[in-house]
């Protein structure tokens, strides 16, 4: 599929920033008064580095030029936000630049901002179980909490990521390699247009974090069932928050057990943030989309971008499975099993 026909705009086709770990290094220095040593990160729109200095450890980012600066700055004030009224969570910190401003802005137009580099192990690494899927819904549900009264122009910004979008990955099913997950995404879609996406506008909406992938997602390596920290809030955007917790969901799934794997999920979030009847009952599906999200993009963008395939295919054996799992439950059996772990939470 040539990439002028892709319904995924310009910011995911758009090439990544190329600067080198020398160049990276000597942006340290400039923007941030930090000398230190510069190892490059994967990322799929942006470019990131791993700085590591006498003073301990960031993460350097530089935005695609693509990216709307709105978008940018949004990501980091909601940082900003979280720091100012939950600094217990654990979540990146803003390092301000020599001149005390949250990002400086490049000759070629990218975004320059300096992170705390939050430590943990990955949680696709570790080892799973209903504890650790509880506490993942806590922390997520603590972020959504924290993030309900904060604001930005930008944060409404068109993000295909965005679950509520999912109707517009039509185009992008020929990309699915596999027949039978390309026709279960199509019988989602149908679904998700004539049941879901006319009731998403009655539920609660606010800023959400809409990206808790294991990758995004760091345990105590001494305790797996403690999360140690939550990265990466570059697809932060304004959206109906059930779509968050389904993004959670997407990643949560048990092929053996899908009911009751987003059963401790949702219990954990509903704790710290209790959730609407309405917005449970639309969680198996709108989970469902965007385990869909996740193949048809990632499908699409890894035959764009073969170089970086290995990266942007890391959830599709995951999304799949636990596709066709949830999809073979009974009608309402899993609303009815979501619904009975909020009343039990």
């Given amino acids: 599929m040539p990439q002028s026909a892709l319904p995924i705009g310009s910011l995911l086709s758009a090439p990544r920033p190329a600067f080198t770990e020398t160049e990276a290094q000597g942006l340290a220095r400039t923007h941030f008064g930090l000398d230190g040593t510069a190892l490059p990160l994967t990322s799929e729109r942006d470019q990131n580095f791993r700085l590591a200095t006498p003073r301990g450890a960031f993460v350097l980012k530089i935005a695609n030029a693509a990216e709307p600066r709105g978008v940018t700055e949004c990501q980091t004030l909601a940082l900003l936000h979280l720091e100012a009224v939950a600094p217990g969570l654990p979540v990146p910190r ?36 209903a504890a650790q899927r ?34 517009r990955l039509r185009a992008l099913l020929p990309a699915i390699p596999d027949a039978r997950t390309a026709v279960l995404a199509e019988r989602v879609l149908d679904r998700f247009e004539t049941a879901v996406a006319p009731r998403l506008a009655d539920l609660p909406w606010q800023v959400v974090h809409n990206d808790m992938n294991p990758h995004n997602i760091m345990v105590d390596p001494a305790n797996a069932d403690r999360v140690a920290g939550v990265i990466d809030f570059g697809d932060l955007v304004r959206t109906a928050r059930v779509c968050d917790l389904a993004v959670a969901g ?24 209790p959730l609407r009847p309405e917005e449970v009952e639309l969680l198996p599906d709108l989970v469902a989309a965007r385990m869909v999200t996740t193949i048809a993009i990632a499908s699409a963008r890894a035959a764009q971008q073969p170089d970086n395939a290995p990266y942007i295919l890391r959830n599709l054996p995951a999304s799949a499975a636990g596709l066709e799992a949830l999809t073979a439950l009974a009608p309402g059996a899993a609303a009815a099993a979501l619904l009975r772990a909020t009343e039990a939470a």
């Fill in 94 to 129: 803003v390092i301000r630049t020599r001149e005390g401003a949250p990002w400086t802005e490049l000759a070629g137009g990218n975004l320059l901002r300096l992170l705390t580099w939050v430590e943990g192990e990955p949680l696709w690494r570790a080892r799973r179980g």
């Fill in 134 to 167: 509880r506490a993942v819904g806590l922390c997520l549900g603590g972020i959504a909490a924290a993030l309900a009264d904060f604001s930005h122009p930008s944060a409404d910004h068109e993000l295909l990521w965005d679950i509520r979008h999912a109707a």
């Fill in 250 to 273: 997407s990643y949560q799934v048990d092929p053996g057990d899908p009911a009751g794997t987003l059963a401790d999920l949702v219990a954990g979030y509903h704790a710290a943030n």
